[in-house]
């Protein structure tokens, strides 16, 4: 049974908290990568930083839904999901646009397990840690690799 540690890119790409949104637009386009894990300077994952993450900063600002009650307007949203979603708009830097906590897998995940993450989820990049560390990474292309190397064995 085919793991985590068997499919995943060693050698990651990553970026900093600090980093620009333009350097990191860049590096996404010239690696042709979905997304970039965000570490510190002590190799911690410390979010994932996706194209859909910077997509969201061509997006107009939300109108928050109300509705009123009584004379009072009530928000449907949270205000601090709403300051979320501005800040992310407005992102300079990694560490507003990016993803805190990102879902990871350990290096003894299963392809099976991964798999079924990337497809409920729709996830298209999962960072692999071991003991707080990145060690790799996989994205949907590396999965879609093993589906030619079974059909090369068949």
């Given at each position: 049974?085919?793991?985590?540690?068997?499919?995943?890119?060693?050698?990651?790409?990553?970026?900093?908290?600090?980093?620009?949104?333009?350097?990191?637009?860049?590096?996404l386009l010239?690696?042709?990568?979905?997304?970039?894990?965000?570490?510190?300077?002590?190799?911690?994952?410390?979010?994932?930083?996706?194209?859909?993450?910077?997509?969201?900063?061509?997006?107009?600002?939300?109108?928050?839904?109300?509705?009123?009650?009584?004379?009072?307007?009530?928000?449907?949203?949270?205000?601090?999901?709403?300051?979320?979603?501005?800040?992310?708009?407005a992102a300079?830097?990694?560490?507003?646009?990016?993803?805190?906590?990102?879902?990871?897998?350990?290096?003894?995940?299963?392809?099976?397990?991964?798999?079924?993450?990337?497809?409920?989820?729709?996830?298209?990049?999962?960072?692999?840690?071991?003991?707080?560390?990145?060690?790799?990474?996989?994205?949907?292309?590396?999965?879609?690799?093993?589906?030619?190397?079974?059909?090369?064995?068949?």
């Amino acid at each position: 049974m085919l793991k985590a540690r068997d499919i995943m890119c060693r050698n990651v790409v990553t970026v900093s908290p600090e980093s620009g949104i333009t350097e990191t637009v860049a590096i996404l386009l010239e690696k042709r990568v979905n997304g970039l894990p965000v570490v510190d300077g002590k190799g911690r994952l410390q979010g994932i930083i996706c194209q859909s993450d910077l997509i969201a900063q061509q997006k107009r600002v939300p109108i928050p839904s109300v509705f009123a009650l009584l004379g009072g307007l009530i928000p449907l949203q949270s205000p601090r999901d709403l300051e979320k979603e501005v800040e992310k708009i407005a992102a300079i830097r990694v560490a507003q646009a990016m993803t805190p906590k990102p879902v990871t897998v350990t290096p003894e995940t299963s392809l099976e397990e991964i798999a079924t993450l990337m497809v409920e989820k729709k996830y298209h990049t999962l960072p692999v840690v071991e003991d707080g560390k990145l060690v790799g990474i996989i994205g949907k292309e590396d999965v879609l690799k093993t589906l030619m190397a079974r059909r090369e064995v068949d």
